[in-house]
Antibody
């Protein structure tokens, strides 16, 4: 069965970086794009962008350029989201979601606080 | 930038039928937007209900159905149950981007 398992919660100070992982299983990793979705506390879902798991080419939504980087390690069927120069407003749950968002990871809470 | 619109809140009686919609600030939703629907309860990841307009995700009961109604995508819940009380989100595919609606908070009472 398809599973997306994300890394655990992170507590970071402003200005630091964080890397969230999303390990896929139960399907051919390179056959489907991987999306990243943010949900700030008490807010809705926000599409951050996606990465082509075949070519590694990322596409970033408006508002998620510059400090956000999507990457892959296809040898272990894992996608990564790295956020640099963290700000308090980056505090959110980050989800990975396969392809047309048919399967989702469990979410990773990133808290940015001094 | 085009905004995806959803009703902020909706209420349904137990056993009743409710239709939630997903529209565009400009234009009409069609199957070409591959509308999908998700249910989310507090503290949980979204659960996929419907994708590509009307395909039910595995394990989703058939009282959840998706369609295009007029110029919007629609999610209809028939025979509403107490545990249907959740937030519901739609997402539309727009070229190379996906855009989520703001979500609908459904109350069953």
């Amino acid at each position: 069965q398809v599973q997306l398992v994300q890394s655990g919660s992170e507590l970071k100070k402003p200005g630091a970086s964080v890397k969230v992982s999303c390990k896929a299983s139960g399907y051919t990793f390179t056959s489907y794009a991987m999306n990243w979705v943010r949900q700030a506390p008490g807010q809705g879902l926000e599409w951050m962008g996606w990465i082509n798991t075949n070519t590694g080419n990322p596409t970033y939504a408006q508002g998620f350029t510059g400090r956000f980087v999507f990457s892959l390690d296809t040898s272990v069927s894992t996608a990564y989201l790295q956020i640099s120069s963290l700000k308090a407003e980056d505090t959110a749950v980050y989800y990975c979601a396969k392809g047309s968002h048919d399967y989702w990871g469990q979410g990773t809470l990133v808290t940015v606080s001094s | 930038q085009t905004v995806v619109t959803q009703e902020p809140s909706f209420s349904v009686s137990p056993g009743g039928t409710v239709t939630l919609t997903c529209g565009l600030s400009s234009g009409s939703v069609s199957t070409s937007y591959y509308p999908s629907w998700y249910q989310q309860t507090p503290g949980q990841a979204p659960r996929t209900l419907i994708y590509s307009t009307n395909t039910r995700s595995s394990g989703v009961p058939d009282r959840f159905s998706g369609s295009i109604l007029g110029n919007k995508a629609a999610l209809t819940i028939t025979g509403a149950q107490a545990d249907d009380e959740s937030d519901y989100y739609c997402v539309l595919y727009m070229g190379s981007n996906w855009v989520f609606g703001g979500g609908t908070k459904l109350t069953v009472l």
